[in-house]
């Protein structure tokens, strides 16, 4: 305990995070950095980067609201201060795409109607198993559907994004990096406090199963709608920005297309799921095909 009570500690946090890799930054990229006229001067391209962009703020305002409301549930002093600077860290991701989206010419009056018009209904439905997992108390429930299943999307979503925006957009780039930073914590944590609990309560695992299948499925349903509508955008992107060799997950991702871009992010996720929940003790349930 004495090793999870450093490595999660608010002042290892306020080292890594704030001292650390976000130092000087602001909303997560250098100051200065912008999005490039490429995106805001072509329609097609700038509303894909909105539509994308939106998506993202759903999955963070979803994951602020499951690890704040999982602070007065957890069992211990130590995950409480753990999950009080998730929380932080969530919340700062929701201001960063946010502000993404403002950069990309949506009014603040406009915002809510922007994300409502673009929001997945899988990544609400998503958001949706979780959070009432979190609002019946239900801790590991909660924290196996935040910190393993959300976590662990957003961190392959973000590394591929991260990969393919290194050399055409740096802003956002930059801004992608520090999320993944954070994510990692997160899904650390994850694996190191849930598993303990887990052999205290195995009573609890057919429901956490049935969970990540339900959410599993929505994150199929949610890349296969992503990928349908943006595959013009797509073509334009490469038109333009004429991006060089991308190599994610031992593929170079600019010679795929888009359905095997979205087969390969699928099952990159849905690997990652199986080998936590393996640490955990818990059986990977297979979603059904969107």
Known sequence: MSDFLSAYSIQNWLESCPQGYLEGTEYGHAPGESEPASILENPLLREDAVRGTVQLVVGERCALAASSGLINSAPDEASKRFLATQTLDEARHVEIFTQRLFDLGVKKSELEDVIKTYASPHLVAFANVLLEKVDKKDFVAGVVGQNIVLEGLAFSVFEMQYAVNQSINPKFAH?????????????????????????????KKPAIEKMQKDMSF????????????????????????????????????????????????????????KVRLDRLGLEYQTPAAP
């Open 175 to 203: 801004t992608l990096a520090g999320t993944i930073a954070d994510e990692r914590r997160h899904v650390g944590f994850g694996e190191n406090r849930i598993g303990s609990l887990l052999k205290d309560e195995p009573s």
């Open 218 to 273: 929505h994150i199929l349903a949610t890349f296969a709608d992503a990928f349908r509508r943006g595959q013009q955008a797509f073509e334009e992107g490469r038109r333009v920005a004429r991006p060089g060799a991308v190599e994610w997950q031992g593929k170079n991702i600019t010679a795929l297309a888009p359905a095997e871009i979205e087969q390969l992010l699928a099952n990159t996720v849905l690997k990652e799921f």
